[in-house]
């Protein structure tokens, strides 16, 4: 009976991790109300796992990260983003 509960809480976990960390500045965005952001190619161009480049918005949100001096980039930023 030990190994199941183990077997099933495994399982569980492996199930949760990642759909709480997918694409977690999309939902920041969307908890925010930034309607502009729908996808990751909102901010990249070519996939950001294998290190695509930044589109207009991602180059702003970086640059603003460094003005900021801050550790993270917030997607709050956006806000004031007043590009295309």
């Known amino acids: 009976m030990r190994k199941s509960t183990l077997f099933l809480a495994a399982a569980v976990?492996?199930?949760a991790i990642p759909a709480q960390a997918k694409m977690p500045y999309v939902?920041?965005?969307k908890a925010a109300g930034i309607d502009s952001v729908k996808n990751c190619a909102s901010c990249h161009v070519g996939a950001p796992k294998k290190g695509g480049d930044l589109?207009?918005?991602?180059?702003w949100l970086v640059a603003q990260k460094?003005?900021?001096?801050?550790a993270e980039i917030d997607v709050k930023w956006l806000k004031d983003y007043k590009g295309k």
């Open 13 to 15: 976990l492996a199930l």
């Open 27 to 29: 939902a920041a965005a």
């Open 55 to 59: 589109n207009e918005m991602g180059k």
């Open 66 to 70: 460094a003005a900021k001096k801050a």
